[in-house]
């Protein structure tokens, strides 16, 4: 059955209700289920008339908005395949894709990627026609369209095009940290698997009612399937265009759930620490004395054990001291919060399941249409990556290399079956590149990506993500990468968090001129050298970051330097940096 089909059954169950959202000069707009439906349609039709047919690909090179997700499913319905790309991409990164994949139309969504886009349509290759999101982007009238007028005369009734669970529904190009993108060829079964063993894991109730806000990129496997996921459940998604204003959406469209990559909890996490340690002493205890009691009743849920009555009244007066103030900053709804994409550290978990908002840590990979494990609601274990959903069976190979298999490991790369025969074994199990190991009750345990081991010149091995999240923990650093391969030992490049650091600034009496100078202040140094030791106490010696560099901006996903997922490309920031790092050790 094509994956499309969940838009009549949805238009039949819940046609008024609200099934999308999105901001239109300033306003938040809503469409119920029986338009969504005739909006998909409409671009299914209008996509066939454009001579658009059965296993043709066509690309989505836009940030999130409404026209990706209906574009999307119009494809999917007509049994095209979507191939999503990158906003942040570059004009060279999107014609790689577009001419790796064979892709006829393209979706635009900015001037930046219809400039892009118009560069690549004038060249020899397979493309033939733009469609622009917004008619607020100025567009060359050569094979070029405005989605609007595109759909305009498309018929509203479609027939959705019959669809096996091996068909092919979409080719994602993995970001990767290494490496040329590789296309993962995931099919309608896949989605359709993945999506029942989820509902079936979690056996959500009244699922309808939820309301989830996408912001992570939709290109990306995680925010994608969890879109698809909620809107085949019955419940509204609001997208969120422009990432930088998720503090007014979180408030605006207050989300029941949501999903996030670690980076936006560690950075809440932080920021309510520093606030609490510069806070006065009674604040202190009336916030220490709150995480105590949330933790203790989030022991006890955790455990399915019940919650005494005095423990009860006691959570809730710290819930109105102090967790309501927090969730009301995230929109005082969310509930249910699914993690993923790196690793995440059980003192982030241990903090957000206190206030009682439970962050689902989950495992996968784009290749496993995302999640292979997750948190159950209750019997979790912190610092884990919880537990195989549906039919995932997982083993642990050789250098303790997790094995996966299921309905949700995908086809195959796109055009690449030496490729794709490299990540199989001999009897079918895909080899994800990642370490891991299972405790005594079945938790799986991530222990570092297996590429990305360190070995230092004294023989001695680093795992650097634990590290990492460890230093991005703290408030100042908004992002660490550690070097120790081959060397005698660790350091690290630091990003600061550069909004703290400039309200530490005239604490310690120095003026605001340029990042690039007060990275280099001595002072600034000794402040930072200061936090690593308090920080790293816990460290072995051998794993301490005895040197670093302050970066004076951030890595840049269109420089290459981090995937769009925030993970940072190490063999692009090594070669990029080299001279700074060699400085850490000669000087």
């Not at 369209?145 to 005369?153: A, S, V």
Request: charged share 25%; net charge neutral; aromatic share 12%.
């Amino acid at each position: 059955m094509n994956f499309a089909e969940f838009l009549n059954t949805n238009a039949e169950k819940f046609s008024i209700k609200p099934a999308i959202g999105f901001k239109k000069k300033d306003v938040w707009k809503e469409i119920h289920w029986l338009d969504f439906r005739r909006m998909v349609f409409k671009t299914a039709n209008a996509l066939k008339e454009a001579g658009i047919s059965a296993n043709d690909r066509v690309a989505i090179y836009s940030d999130n908005s409404a026209e990706w997700i209906t574009f999307d499913l119009a494809i999917l319905a007509l049994g095209a395949v979507t191939v999503p790309i990158y906003s942040t991409n570059n004009g060279s990164q999107a014609e790689y894709i577009i001419n790796n994949s064979e892709a006829k139309i393209i979706l635009v969504g900015n001037q930046e990627q219809y400039d892009a886009a118009f560069e690549i349509l004038n060249k020899e290759n397979t493309l033939q026609q733009i469609v622009v999101s917004k008619k607020a982007i100025w567009i060359k009238k050569d094979r070029s369209i405005y989605f609007e007028d595109f759909i305009k005369k498309a018929e509203e009734h479609f027939d959705i095009v019959q669809k096996e669970d091996d068909d092919l529904a979409t080719i994602i190009y993995t970001s990767g940290t290494t490496g040329v993108p590789k296309g993962v060829m995931l099919t309608h079964g896949n989605f359709h698997n993945a999506i029942r063993a989820h509902f079936g894991f979690f056996k959500f109730k009244n699922f309808e009612n939820e309301t989830s806000l996408a912001f992570l990129p939709l290109t990306h496997v995680f925010e994608r399937s969890w879109t698809l996921l909620a809107l085949y459940g019955g419940a509204k998604v609001y997208f969120l265009e422009n990432t930088k204003l998720i503090a007014h959406a979180l408030t605006e469209v207050k989300p029941t759930m949501m999903c996030a990559v670690p980076r936006f909890y560690q950075k809440i996490y932080a920021g309510v620490n520093e606030m609490v340690q510069n806070g006065s002493e009674s604040k202190k205890k009336i916030f220490n004395w709150a995480i105590n009691v949330g933790t203790q009743v989030s022991e006890l849920k955790r455990l399915e054990k019940p919650v005494p009555f005095s423990l009860g009244f006691k959570n809730n007066i710290a819930d109105l001291l102090v967790f309501n103030k927090i969730k009301k900053k995230m929109g005082g709804k969310l509930w249910f919060m699914p993690c993923g994409g790196a690793s995440v550290s059980p003192e982030v978990t241990k903090f957000f399941d206190a206030m009682g908002i439970h962050m689902t840590v989950g495992y996968g990979l784009t290749e496993t249409t995302a999640t292979l494990t997750a948190f159950p609601f209750t019997k979790y274990e912190h610092g884990s990556a919880g537990i195989p959903l549906g039919d995932t069976q997982i083993k642990i190979g050789e250098n303790d290399e997790i094995l996966a298999k299921g309905s949700g490991v995908m086809k195959g790369y796109y055009k690449l079956p030496k490729e794709t025969a490299e990540v199989f074994t001999e009897d079918g199990w895909f080899k994800t590149g990642d370490a891991g190991k299972f405790d005594e009750n079945g938790n799986l345990y991530i222990t570092d990506r297996i590429k990305d081991l360190m070995k230092t010149a004294n023989g001695k091995y680093i795992t650097p993500q634990p590290i990492e999240n460890l230093l991005s923990n703290n408030n100042f650093i908004n992002q660490a990468m550690i070097v120790a391969e081959d060397k005698p030992f660790v350091t690290a490049l630091i990003i600061p968090n550069f909004e703290a650091l400039k309200e530490q600034l005239p604490k310690m009496n120095i003026p605001f001129t340029n990042w690039q100078e007060i990275v280099d202040s001595e002072k600034v140094k000794e402040f930072y050298r200061e936090k690593l030791e308090e920080i790293q106490k816990a460290l072995s010696g051998f794993e301490k970051v005895k040197k670093f560099v302050l970066m004076p901006a951030e890595f840049e996903i269109n420089t290459g330097e981090i995937t769009p997922t925030l993970k940072v490309k190490r063999n692009v920031v090594m070669q990029k940096y080299a001279a700074l790092i060699d400085k850490m050790y000669t000087s």
